[in-house]
């Protein structure tokens, strides 16, 4: 992932930031604001380790994908809608609805939800 897409989507990235950094805080996150620099002399912060040792290790963070229950914005998701085509049969549209399949919390046989039978 990109700092562009952290700093666009900052308050989605709060639960990732403290999974990785559990000393950080939330109402400091706030005050950041994807700022990148304040960011990474938070972290320096309250890991009390040197900017460059920081620097090295969100660069690593930002190497990894981007967390799957992160909400991003429309542009993002329809670009990852785009490039979820060569998974789409031929004939089907990946922009569109998949209602003809069914619901998934529709109840089934004998009253069981999801039960197939």
Request: glycine share 6%; aromatic share 10%; net charge negative.
């Amino acid at each position: 992932m990109k700092w562009v897409h952290v700093r666009d989507n900052w308050p989605a990235f709060f639960e990732a930031i403290l999974e990785k950094w559990p000393a950080a805080d939330e109402s400091e996150l706030e005050e950041i604001d994807g700022d990148k620099r304040a960011f990474i002399a938070y972290i320096a912060e309250v890991t009390g380790q040197e900017i460059d040792e920081t620097k090295d290790e969100i660069r690593e963070w930002l190497a990894g994908e981007i967390p799957s229950d992160i909400v991003m914005d429309p542009i993002h998701d329809n670009h990852s809608i785009a490039l979820s085509a060569k998974y789409v049969g031929e004939g089907e549209d990946e922009y569109d609805d998949d209602a003809r399949f069914g619901d998934d919390d529709e109840i089934r046989g004998d009253g069981d939800l999801n039960d197939p039978t």
